[in-house]
């Protein structure tokens, strides 16, 4: 079965700052999709960015990037120039390409803080 | 923006109750799916529905568990006879394919306390 591990609990940043965030996947698969969803306040998750994992590009959307370490199951998420608005409980996520399987597999979560 | 709607925010029962959750998908989706966040833990899968029938459930989807698309719009999930356990917040999301990259939009959840 996949897994999702997110090792920071917490994280703060510094308005205008850059942070980094950390999320490791474990699978057998070799295609697959990973993504990023932030869960603010208001509890609605928003998808921040997502991963073909047969891309080698890393994924970026504006002052959202990742790095993919596909040898290392890895998928980091930077965010650059952190905004107050950026303040929320960030969620990887995993799904299998093809097949019948659509379901997300999620990891716990860091909470970002953003300090003004 | 299209969005993904849940009723009611927050519901309170007695424990042996049943429950139903409503979403309303964005209206051009196919693919339905219900996740629930037990408070602290992560966001756990429950079903997908597709097709008026479900597509994949996961071990917590036990009997307890139903889903129905009564309509042309709505979709429920029923808990019939409610546990302390159940106590979660529940999230419905959809999705316009289940394939490729097709993004899974939420909605905003239903809290749901069993006394």
């Keep these: ?116 | 923006e299209p969005e993904v709607t849940q009723t009611p925010s927050h519901q309170v029962t007695q424990m042996g109750q049943e429950v139903i959750l409503r979403c309303v998908p964005i209206s051009n989706h196919l693919y339905f799916y219900w996740y629930r966040q037990i408070l602290g833990q992560k966001v756990e899968f429950l079903v997908s529905f597709y097709n008026n029938e479900i597509s994949e459930k996961s071990e917590i989807f036990d009997d307890q568990f139903s889903v129905e698309r009564p309509d042309g719009s709505n979709f429920t999930l029923k808990i019939r006879s409610t546990k302390l356990e159940d106590s979660a917040m529940y999230f419905c999301a959809s999705s316009a394919l289940a394939g490729g990259t097709d993004t899974q939009y939420f909605g905003p959840g239903t809290r749901l306390t069993v006394l």
């Design chain 1, 1 to 116: 079965a996949q897994t999702v591990t997110q090792s920071q609990p917490e994280m703060s940043v510094q308005e205008a700052e850059t942070v980094t965030l950390s999320c490791t996947y474990d699978t057998s698969e070799s295609d697959y999709y990973l993504f990023w969803y932030k869960q603010p306040p208001s509890r609605q998750m928003i998808l921040v960015i997502r991963q073909e994992a047969y891309k080698q590009q890393n994924a970026t959307e504006n002052r959202f990037s990742v790095n993919f370490q596909k040898a290392a199951k890895s998928f980091s998420l930077k965010i650059s120039d952190s905004q107050l608005g950026d303040a929320a409980m960030y969620f990887c996520a995993y799904r299998r390409l093809g097949g019948s399987n659509y379901k997300l597999t999620f990891g716990k979560g860091t909470l970002l803080t953003v300090n003004p």
